[in-house]
């Protein structure tokens, strides 16, 4: 079974300090997302990394920085955290083959921005 | 501009009848579709999902059912049961790319004693 954890199930920051997201998977996929999901808007992909040191800005970078020094580690950075970015934050892996293309979600971090 | 669409917010259904949540696209360069099942506070989880070189694909109680020229798939649950309350979401991704899924707002399905 594939298995995505991330660091926090609840988080709580004050506006302005620097939020740190971990997410770890057991797969040794190459590829992994970070998707945030807000009432009536679904959910919406942030950043994406297709392999180590590699990052791809996904539809809502603004605001977002991540991290992929490890194949099994990516991170979630909020450099200054602002209350708009009070939301629950979903990390993903991915696996794919000429059959296959599926991602695998962690439990989600609930982060709130006062 | 949304690429994926959900347009009923939520359904509710008696126990032990059908389900069926539907799902639209616009992009037509999506071709693999997966529709996720979340409940509250938790991640989304994986359900099923179809490629689109073919136009049904099914696994248990739930069926995904896609019609390529109309741009539009659905998902049946037969029968319904109440566990299967949740909000379920249709996704769909350009397969073999490295890119994110593109996620529809979600239907919030209830089933009802």
């Known amino acids: 079974d594939v298995k995505v954890t991330q660091s926090s199930r609840y988080l709580v920051k004050r506006t302005g300090e620097k939020v740190f997201l971990e997410c770890v998977q057991d797969m040794d996929h190459e590829n992994m997302f970070w998707y945030r999901q807000d009432p009536g808007l679904g959910l919406r992909l942030i950043y994406f990394?297709?392999?180590?040191?590699?990052?791809e800005k996904g539809d809502i970078p603004e605001g977002y920085s991540v991290s992929r020094e490890k194949k099994e580690r990516f991170s979630l950075i909020l450099e200054s955290a602002s209350t708009n970015q009070t939301s629950m934050y979903l990390c993903?892996?991915?696996?794919?083959?000429?059959?296959?293309?599926?991602?695998?979600f962690g439990p989600g971090t609930r982060l709130t921005v006062l | 501009d949304q690429q994926v669409k959900q347009n009923s917010p939520s359904l509710s259904v008696q126990e032990g009848r059908i389900s069926i949540l539907n799902c639209d696209y616009t992009?037509?360069?999506?071709?693999?579709f997966l529709w996720y099942k979340k409940y509250p506070a938790e991640g989304p989880t994986f359900l099923i999902s179809i490629s689109s070189i073919k136009d049904k694909n099914e696994d248990g109680r739930f069926t995904v059912f896609l019609n390529k020229s109309a741009k539009h798939l659905s998902l049946h649950i037969v029968p319904s049961q109440p566990g299967d309350s949740a909000v379920y979401f249709c996704a769909a991704t350009i397969g073999g790319g490295a890119d994110g899924l593109t996620f529809g707002k979600g239907t919030h399905l209830i089933i009802q004693p």
């Open positions: 993903a892996s991915r696996t794919f083959s000429p059959s296959t293309d599926t991602q695998y």
């Open positions: 992009n037509s360069m999506f071709d693999y």
């Open positions: 990394s297709y392999d180590v040191k590699m990052k």
